[in-house]
């Protein structure tokens, strides 16, 4: 199906392992995004890309590693996860003819 | 609105109302404003968006007005149904580039 979507949609894991989230769009679109959502806070900017090859940090990138080797994918690394890092991610992407950005469903992450 | 620690503002109003949501925005250069609604356990969904060249637009029970003067956007949803319940962000950003959110409303619409 036709759409952004993202894996694991839950993952528990503890202190100082490595996570990935992966995030897949269909659309081809240009950029890519990943937030954090924590209450309080909202949603929060951690990296973005614009273009295979090319990202670029956010609001909070610290403790996070991204990359996109193609288009269509954008997995969020947490080299050595750290409780603070218990949050939502969402990924979302969007075309170059407008702002609006799509999101994927979320993966919820515990961090023991 | 801005939060205070871990609770929302929260907007009550009761079905067949207009709603009103209020948001303040930081950056002066910021010239794409949208608003976005986001359901439990679920992402963000596009409601409307304006381009800081406009001061209103409107979209399908949706109006959203900006005031560059002041820095402040507020969305208004008319005949608030029980659906319209959710939690709205808005977002700016420069020249489309990378969207900063607010923290959030949540909006209760009770009968």
């Known amino acids: 199906d036709a759409g952004i979507t993202q894996s694991p949609r839950y993952k528990i894991t503890e202190t100082g392992r490595q996570v990935t989230l992966m995030c897949h769009q269909t659309?081809?679109?240009?950029?890519m995004f990943w937030y954090r959502q924590d209450l309080g806070h909202g949603l929060r900017l951690i990296y973005y890309s614009a273009a295979a090859d090319i990202t670029d940090k956010g609001e909070v990138p610290d403790g996070y590693v991204v990359s996109r080797s193609k288009t269509e994918n954008f997995p969020l690394t947490l080299e050595s996860a750290t409780r603070s890092q218990t949050s939502v991610y969402f990924c979302a992407s969007r075309g170059t003819a407008t702002g609006e950005l799509f999101f994927g469903e979320g993966s919820r992450l515990t961090v023991l | 609105g801005e939060s205070v620690g871990l609770h929302l503002p929260t907007l009550s109003v009761q079905e067949g109302d207009n709603s009103i949501i209020n948001c303040a925005y930081s950056?002066?250069?910021?010239?794409?404003f949208i608003w976005y609604k986001q359901e439990s356990g679920k992402g963000p969904q596009f409601i409307i968006d304006?381009?800081?060249?406009?001061d209103k637009r409107q979209g399908q029970r949706v109006t959203v007005l900006l005031n560059k003067t002041v820095k402040h956007l507020s969305l208004q949803i008319a005949a608030t149904q029980p659906g319209d319940s959710a939690v709205y962000f808005c977002a700016e950003s420069q020249n489309t580039d990378k969207l900063i959110f607010g923290t959030g409303t949540r909006l209760q619409v009770f009968p």
């Open positions: 659309w081809s679109h240009s950029y």
């Open positions: 304006i381009r800081s060249n406009m």
């Open positions: 950056n002066s250069a910021s010239d794409y």
